[in-house]
């Protein structure tokens, strides 16, 4: 059964970082391109960040350029999400996504077929 599991979500006050995790269980991230949505209480779904696996390929929102950054573990086949410099803007249950490489980068929303069950950020004092 294809999974994603996702880690590394918590509570951090504004200025802080986080990491999250996102590991495919059932498969290999090769073929696939990676991303990391964000939903906020009342907010409609964002996409944050995506690399795609056959070049490495990154696209971030212009909300959290310079402050994240994405990148694959191949050891562990794992994508990583870093999270510098934390805003409360930032709070948000935060979901990997995958979606088959295809002519279009980033994905369409309707291409990621894939989710996980979602963590928790929260970025307070």
């Known amino acids: 059964q294809v999974q994603l599991v996702e880690s590394g979500g918590g509570l951090v006050q504004p200025g802080g970082s986080l990491r999250l995790s996102c590991a495919p269980s059932?498969?290999?991230?090769?073929?696939?391109?990676i991303g990391w949505f964000r939903q906020a209480p009342g907010k409609e779904r964002e996409g944050v960040s995506s690399?795609?696996?056959?070049?490495?390929?990154?696209h971030y929102a212009d909300s959290v350029k310079g402050r994240f950054t994405i990148s694959r573990d191949n050891a562990k086949n794992t994508v990583i999400l870093q999270m510098n410099s934390l805003k409360p803007e930032d709070t948000a249950v935060y979901y990997c996504v995958t979606a088959p490489i295809g002519p279009i980068f980033p994905p369409i929303f309707y291409e990621y077929d894939h989710w996980g069950q979602g963590t928790q950020v929260t970025v307070s004092s």
């Open positions: 059932g498969f290999t991230l090769d073929g696939y391109v």
């Open positions: 690399i795609r696996t056959s070049d490495g390929r990154t």
